[in-house]
């Protein structure tokens, strides 16, 4: 029999009544290994789906294939020929709060914001960030602090950073 820990995985699952409803929009992201790397984390916890923009890498690509261990084809994916018309498109269906992740001079940081579900989240282009005119179509921008020289992370990690963010918030009791 095996000793049960306290991080076990049937006592997080008991802990909490299931992943927050958020879709992940992806504006114009470059990388293939990127958008893999996000499909991974958004099969992790429970994303509803991912939303590929512009020349965003969807389902089918093979290097996005590979990096995605198969979550490319458990994670639904649709795609918009821009993430403004995504975030149309979304707010249409309903999507209670929509919010650009990225650094901006109004950002809040990620741990304390307070979200509404069901919940959309833009991640932007590595180089470019969020369109500027769908940044000022979103609700809101959360961001990472930044400390350092480049202040710039990967857009997979970042995603990451975010979404947990969001569970540890959406999760305490």
């Not at 409803?21 to 990388?31: I, N």
């Not at 369109?131 to 350092?148: H, I, N, Q």
């Amino acid at each position: 029999m095996m000793k049960e820990t306290p991080y076990s995985e049937n006592k997080l699952r008991s802990r909490l009544a299931g992943p927050p409803p958020v879709t992940l929009v992806l504006d114009r992201l470059r990388s293939a290994h990127n958008t893999g790397n996000i499909f991974r984390i958004a099969e992790a916890v429970g994303v509803r789906e991912i939303i590929a923009c512009g020349y965003t890498p969807a389902p089918g690509h093979p290097k996005l294939a590979k990096t995605a261990m198969d979550t490319d084809t458990m994670v639904p994916c649709r795609q918009c020929p821009d993430s403004l018309s995504a975030v149309q498109m979304l707010r249409a269906e309903g999507v209670r709060q929509i919010l650009a992740v990225e650094p901006t001079e109004d950002s809040v940081f990620a741990w304390d914001f307070d979200y509404e579900f069901p919940l959309a989240l833009v991640l932007g282009n590595e180089a470019l960030g969020v369109a500027p005119e769908t940044l000022a179509a979103c609700d809101a921008a959360v961001s990472l602090p930044m400390f350092g020289e480049k202040a710039s992370i990967n857009v997979g990690n970042c995603a990451a950073a975010v979404l947990y963010a969001i569970i540890a918030k959406s999760t305490r009791g």
